[in-house]
């Protein structure tokens, strides 16, 4: 059986062949890049080469890009655990044309791969096409795909966008027909949803460039931008349905359990399937230089870290459990990634630090939030009050606690959230207001806001998200 690390060989060569250079991963934290929090797509990198601003010695490129999706536009946080398909950190495989092939060359390279090089069974596979895209469409058939078989489709998922502004287009998508003992529906219909059909592929024809007055333009050249799931052809290949079955992250899944329950495939599967996807996140986001704080990126890694704390907590741990996971991820990903063994004792004393100091109050904060719900009826969502409380005075981010609650089928009343904070960021202001040291006070209320209050536990959850 392939492993993933031989599946992301096969495709680097497969598109070396074709007379592509063979580029390193970018970081997760992007270069001058104020637009986006972390790289969550292979374009990243190119942004710029994309609209014609830097040139590179190659006009082909292809690579296997370390992708974080945990914020801003393209956010699979509430998916992890609960889909087979989504991760926070993932591995998105790219074949990029700079100018140079376009529709023509794109489509034909993706379905050899598949079904020569990967073998995988064309019956099974859909593709969708930007509504308009009489062309894509026309390409498609003639490689062979039924017409029954290519959706046009006329929202934006078929119109690909890396966040706000930057280089975009209408873009083709293929889908893997798992089986109809799954739930879901072929792209488009009313159970896209479901996890029958999965998205494998996105095939992007960059051709425009989104500006911040809502502009759309077009752009000099024309191009091509790819993305594959590392994770989701793995499945496919190693013949499974979900990702977290491939043999990588089923290894991370094994020593969860090993240092929890001793039960991978028991009760507590579910947050097996978290600590591995966020131990994933947590040690490649610290590798390349975040650290967890209270706002910003390091505020994302802190509620990454917290949530999968908690869920090591759920499982009946009762030390500092995630740091004894360092290892076994270096081993599955290190050879390739080799800034994970740079930073291995970093990721893991960090681990340790941020558990060791969250457990002083995570149990307390769970009861808390047990007893609260008990004061309500049943089915409706924890007032705002008592998850402000939970996050000033106990260090769980919002959505840690709607995760908790999340599995109970209960929500948070986040208005009243958002008023909580608010009051208090008030009052803050009106005890400060009666000292008239002015000068001081602007200081002050500067890093109150850069660095949450008295426990510096962090104001900026909305920040957080709203700067990407
Ligand atoms: P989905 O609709 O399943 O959420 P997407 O349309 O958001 O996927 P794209 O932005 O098109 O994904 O990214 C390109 C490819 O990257 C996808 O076709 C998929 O194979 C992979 N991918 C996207 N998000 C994730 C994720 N959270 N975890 C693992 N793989 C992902
Ligand atoms: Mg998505
Ligand atoms: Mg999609
Ligand atoms: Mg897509």
Redesign the pocket.
């Known amino acids: 059986m392939a492993s993933l690390n031989d599946i992301r060989s096969t495709f680097l060569d497969y598109f070396r062949r074709q007379g592509h250079a063979v580029v390193d991963s970018s970081p997760l934290v992007p270069r001058n890049d104020p637009t986006l929090m972390f790289t969550n797509?292979g374009m990243v990198q190119f942004k710029n080469v994309f609209t014609g601003l830097e040139h590179r010695p190659y006009n082909r490129a292809t690579t296997s890009q370390k992708c974080v999706?945990a914020g801003g536009k393209?956010n699979?946080l509430d998916?992890v655990g609960y889909t087979a398909?989504?991760?926070t950190f993932?591995e998105?495989l790219g074949n990029f044309s700079f100018g140079d092939y376009f529709k023509t060359e794109a489509i034909p390279f993706a379905w050899e791969l598949l079904t020569k090089d990967f073998g995988i069974d064309k019956t099974r596979l859909l593709t969708t096409v930007y509504h308009t895209d009489d062309e894509a469409f026309e390409i498609w058939r003639k490689v062979g795909v039924p017409e029954d078989r290519i959706i046009r489709i006329a929202t934006d998922?078929n119109f690909?966008r890396m966040g706000p502004t930057g280089p975009c287009g209408p873009c083709t998508?293929i889908f893997y027909d798992h089986g109809d003992h799954i739930w879901g529906g072929p792209p488009g219909s009313k159970d896209e949803d479901g996890d029958r059909f999965i998205?494998?592929?996105?095939v992007v024809f960059m051709q425009n460039e989104q500006f911040e007055d809502g502009t759309l333009r077009p752009l000099e050249m024309q191009s091509i931008d790819t993305?594959?799931?590392l994770?989701?052809i793995g499945a496919l290949l190693q013949g499974k349905h979900d990702?977290y079955d491939t043999d990588l992250m089923r290894g991370l899944i094994e020593a969860s359990a090993n240092v929890t329950d001793g039960a991978p495939d028991g009760p507590g599967k579910t947050h097996h399937r978290v600590i591995a996807d966020h131990l994933r996140s947590t040690a490649f986001l610290i590798a390349d230089g975040v650290m967890p704080s209270n706002e910003g990126r390091g505020y994302v890694l802190r509620r990454i870290m917290r949530r999968a704390m908690r869920h090591a907590h759920m499982l009946g741990a009762q030390d500092p459990v995630m740091f004894k996971l360092v290892p076994a991820l270096v081993r599955a990903m290190g050879g390739h990634y080799t800034e994970l063994k740079t930073a291995e004792a970093l990721i893991a004393e960090t681990l340790r630090l941020e558990e060791t100091r969250f457990r002083t109050t995570l149990d307390r904060g769970l009861k808390l939030l047990d007893a609260e719900l008990e004061k309500i009826a049943d089915n409706t969502d924890l007032p705002g009050e008592a998850a402000f409380k939970l996050y000033d005075t106990y260090g769980f981010p919002l959505d840690l606690t709607q995760d908790a609650l999340r599995e109970k089928g209960r929500g948070v009343d986040t208005r009243g959230f958002e008023a909580a904070m608010a009051e208090q960021k008030a009052k803050a202001r009106a005890s400060w207001a009666g000292s008239g040291d002015t000068a001081n006070q602007a200081i002050w209320f500067e890093l109150a806001e850069k660095h949450g209050g008295s426990e510096f536990l962090g104001y900026d959850t909305e920040t957080a998200e709203g700067q990407v």
């Open positions: 797509s999706r393209h699979d998916n398909r989504h991760h993932f998105m998922d690909w998508e998205e494998i592929w996105n993305g594959m799931g994770e989701r990702n």
